[in-house]
């Protein structure tokens, strides 16, 4: 019964986005308006998108300390579980991860799951740390320098905050518990493999940010520090329990939101939101199309069991 009620309530959430978008902006002049984007724009938009699809490949194949001959495998785990991610509410993408880890490495769940983890916790993070900056720079600029030695000096604590995790979880009377703090143990005590996670989640977003926001700018006209504060803040709603189907619904709510607090109107924001909301889809969709083509012509399957 809970499961048809999760599942009608995401049905009417699609749904009244869809209505919702018809009536206030119709879906006609969200089309024009994204045709009228110069396909070289374009273009070098999805380029952006697609890069930061490869450093996600790169943080994976670091973590797990893969070799170099497995990057395509890697490329196509990582635009694969993306997408399951965008398409599955509450989160329920993330089990492609440990799946598609374990199919095509024969690594244990437990151990990719560990590194997922981490790699959620420095998303989070850097995330919220940009945020923070961005505020800070716009509205309080004396602040922006303490505020960057704090986060400086978090990340550069992540080893000894992973450890704290590692011995709390240590103290939980499951086996599997126990397993990610051993894993987790393992990743803090690598320094130079964690500031390379580390900086690599930085470029993450640093170009996935980037690239919304100039889309944001071309699509609708939106400021660039509304478009940047509305990103976050509907990144963060993906978190929540219950979406329309691709995240639709909650994702719109959460742009129109954190650009309310900028001073943009209603319906540019949702305009916005509803436009880059089909690129990340289009985007998503695309990059798992030419991470499984490569797959196919390259398939590397390596089976070390760790």
């Given amino acids: 019964m809970?499961?048809?009620?999760?599942?009608?309530?995401?049905?009417?959430?699609?749904?009244?986005?869809?209505?919702?978008?018809?009536?206030?902006?119709?879906?006609?002049?969200i089309i024009v308006s994204l045709a009228d984007i110069?396909?070289?724009?374009?273009?070098?938009?999805?380029?952006?998108?697609?890069?930061?699809?490869?450093?996600?490949?790169?943080?994976?194949?670091?973590?797990?300390?893969?070799?170099?001959?497995?990057?395509?495998t890697v490329f196509y785990i990582t635009t694969s579980h993306n997408l399951w991610n965008i398409l599955m509410p509450m989160r329920l993408g993330e089990a492609s991860f440990p799946l598609l880890i374990k199919q095509h490495f024969a690594i244990d769940y437990v151990t990719s799951s560990s590194h997922l983890l981490l790699f959620r916790l420095l998303d989070l993070a850097v995330l919220l740390s940009i945020f923070v900056l961005t505020l800070c720079l716009v509205t309080v600029p004396m602040m922006f320098i303490p505020c960057l030695v704090v986060i400086t000096l978090m990340?550069?604590?992540?080893?000894?905050?992973?450890?704290?995790?590692?011995?709390?979880?240590?103290?939980?009377?499951?086996?599997?518990?126990?397993?990610?703090?051993?894993a987790l143990e393992q990743?803090?005590?690598?320094?130079?493999?964690?500031?390379?996670?580390?900086?690599t989640t930085w470029g993450i977003w640093a170009l996935k940010l980037l690239a919304f926001v100039l889309f944001c700018i071309f699509a609708s006209g939106l400021p660039a520090f509304d478009a940047l504060m509305s990103i976050i803040i509907a990144d963060l709603s993906s978190i929540l329990p219950i979406h329309g189907f691709a995240g639709t619904g909650t994702f719109e709510g959460a742009f129109v939101l954190g650009g309310l607090q900028t001073g943009a109107t209603t319906d540019a924001l949702l305009q916005a939101a509803v436009q880059l909301h089909l690129y990340l889809i289009f985007v998503a969709t695309l990059a798992t199309f030419i991470g499984y083509c490569l797959h196919l012509m390259v398939p590397t399957t390596l089976k070390t069991a760790k």
Avoid: C, D
Wanted: zero cysteines; charged letters at 10%; hydrophobic letters at 50%.
């Fill in 2 to 29: 809970k499961k048809i009620l999760f599942y009608l309530a995401s049905f009417l959430i699609f749904i009244a986005t869809i209505y919702i978008t018809e009536k206030n902006i119709g879906w006609r002049t």
């Fill in 38 to 72: 110069p396909l070289q724009t374009l273009s070098g938009l999805v380029a952006l998108s697609i890069l930061n699809y490869v450093l996600r490949m790169w943080r994976i194949r670091w973590s797990l300390q893969l070799p170099s001959n497995a990057s395509v």
């Fill in 155 to 182: 990340f550069w604590a992540a080893p000894y905050l992973l450890s704290l995790i590692s011995v709390t979880l240590k103290k939980t009377q499951f086996s599997v518990g126990q397993r990610v703090a051993l």
């Fill in 187 to 199: 990743l803090s005590g690598n320094q130079h493999q964690l500031a390379l996670i580390s900086i």
